[in-house]
């Protein structure tokens, strides 16, 4: 059975350095095809994907917030890290980690962690 | 880079209705389309995969169509459990990207 679950700060302030750790079980980062992806979700707006990070160590990053984030992955210890710098109020929102897998047809994402809910403010 | 436009982005329904949710790419995307089913204070659950490959465990309600920049999400006979917000997702190219979100309301 595969889970994850997102870890953090829940309150960030605006300019600092946003940290989240996804930790997981029930496959490897060494898996061929597998990877850990970031979501977020604003209050009550819609999904925007963040970032992924593939077995291969091969990253993308959205293209919007390429200059913010950094992804990285301990494969040994099943830990997947996103930071964002310089964060704003617009920021705030659940984040969401994800296993990814790809197939013939794509990628897709399953299962999700709970979320963490993240606030930027003063 | 590659957009996900779902139409409508609300609507109603009733218990036993036949429900279709729709997802327009701004290029081809050929089949690469998933669902995903969230509901409030959740996490996305998946639902399809390549347009129509249904997930095990996912009712046979749930159906999905279309190729190229036309998809639709179709559930045969809402239920009470499918008051929800469905969203697509690309992954034909790089960055993927989802959909705005269609909520199903009673």
């Known amino acids: 059975q595969i889970t994850l679950k997102e870890s953090g700060p829940t309150l960030v302030k605006p300019t600092q350095t946003l940290t989240l750790t996804c930790s997981f079980s029930?496959?490897?980062?060494?898996?061929?095809?597998?990877?850990v992806g970031w979501i977020r979700q604003p209050p009550g707006k819609a999904l925007e994907w963040l970032a992924v990070i593939y077995w291969d160590d091969d990253r993308r990053y959205s293209p919007s917030l390429k200059n913010r984030l950094t992804i990285t992955k301990d494969t040994s210890k099943n830990y997947v890290v996103l930071t964002m710098t310089n964060v704003d109020p617009v920021d705030t929102g659940t984040y969401f980690c994800?296993?990814?897998?790809?197939?013939?047809?794509?990628?897709?994402?399953?299962?999700w962690g709970q979320g963490i809910l993240v606030t930027v403010s003063s | 880079d590659i957009q996900m436009t779902q139409s409508p982005s609300s609507l109603s329904a009733s218990v036993g209705d036949r429900v279709t949710i729709t997802c327009r790419a701004s290029?081809?995307?050929?089949?690469?389309l998933n669902w995903y089913q969230q509901k409030p204070g959740k996490a996305p659950k998946f639902l399809i995969y390549?347009?129509?490959s249904l997930q095990s465990g996912v009712p046979s309600r749930f159906s999905g169509s279309g190729s190229g920049t036309d998809f639709t999400l179709t559930i045969s006979s809402l239920q009470p459990e499918d008051f929800a917000t469905y969203y697509c997702?690309?992954?034909?190219?790089?960055?993927?990207?989802f959909g705005g979100g269609t909520k199903v309301e009673i």
């Open positions: 029930g496959f490897s980062l060494n898996t061929t095809k597998v990877g």
């Open positions: 994800a296993h990814s897998m790809s197939r013939g047809s794509g990628t897709y994402y399953d299962p």
């Open positions: 290029q081809s995307i050929s089949n690469y």
């Open positions: 390549a347009a129509s």
């Open positions: 997702q690309q992954s034909y190219d790089s960055p993927t990207a």
